[in-house]
C-alpha cells in the first residue's frame, strides 16, 4: 500500500503562482508513474498533468499547458506541480497519484484508469 499525501494549496490572486507536493510512502517510488487530476465543485475529476517513473516524460492537460510544470525527485520521494499564471477557472481539489502501469505512450496516463493510489487532496482557490 502506498500513501500519497498532498501540500501546498492555499488561497492565491489571479495571475499568481503555488507549488504543490505530493510525498509517497514507498521505498519503490521510482517504479511509478505520477499524475495530478482536480475536481472543481459540481465538475468530474479532470487530468491536470503526468511524469513518467524516471522523469524524462511529461504531458499535459491542454487547460495548464505553459503555465503549469510536473516534476519529481525520486531520491524524496515527491512528485511537485508548479502553477504559474493562476486563474479562477483553476480553482479545485488537486489530487496526485501513483500507478505501477508500464505505458510506453505518456499520454496513456491521461485518465484515471491506471492509477493504483490516490492521495486526500489540497484544495487551491484562485481569488481576488
Known amino acids: 500500500q502506498v500513501q500519497l499525501v498532498e501540500s501546498g494549496g492555499g488561497l492565491v490572486q489571479p495571475g499568481g503562482s503555488l507549488r504543490l507536493s505530493c510525498a509517497a510512502s514507498?521505498?519503490?517510488?521510482?517504479?511509478?508513474?505520477m499524475g495530478w487530476f482536480r475536481q472543481a465543485p459540481g465538475k468530474e475529476r479532470e487530468f491536470v498533468a503526468a511524469?513518467?517513473?524516471?522523469?524524462?516524460?511529461?504531458y499535459y492537460s491542454d487547460s495548464v499547458k505553459g503555465r503549469f510544470t510536473i516534476s519529481r525527485d525520486n531520491a524524496k520521494n515527491t512528485v511537485y506541480l508548479q502553477m504559474n499564471s493562476l486563474k479562477p477557472e483553476d480553482t479545485a481539489v488537486y489530487y496526485c497519484?501513483?500507478?505501477?502501469?508500464?505505458?510506453?505512450?505518456?499520454?496513456?496516463?491521461?485518465?484515471?484508469?491506471?492509477?493504483?493510489?490516490w492521495g486526500q487532496g489540497t484544495q487551491v482557490t484562485v481569488s481576488s
Open positions: 497519484a501513483a500507478s505501477r502501469q508500464y505505458y510506453s505512450q505518456i499520454a496513456s496516463y491521461s485518465v484515471a484508469g491506471p492509477y493504483n493510489y
Open positions: 511524469i513518467d517513473n524516471s522523469g524524462a516524460n511529461t
Open positions: 514507498t521505498r519503490t517510488f521510482s517504479n511509478y508513474a
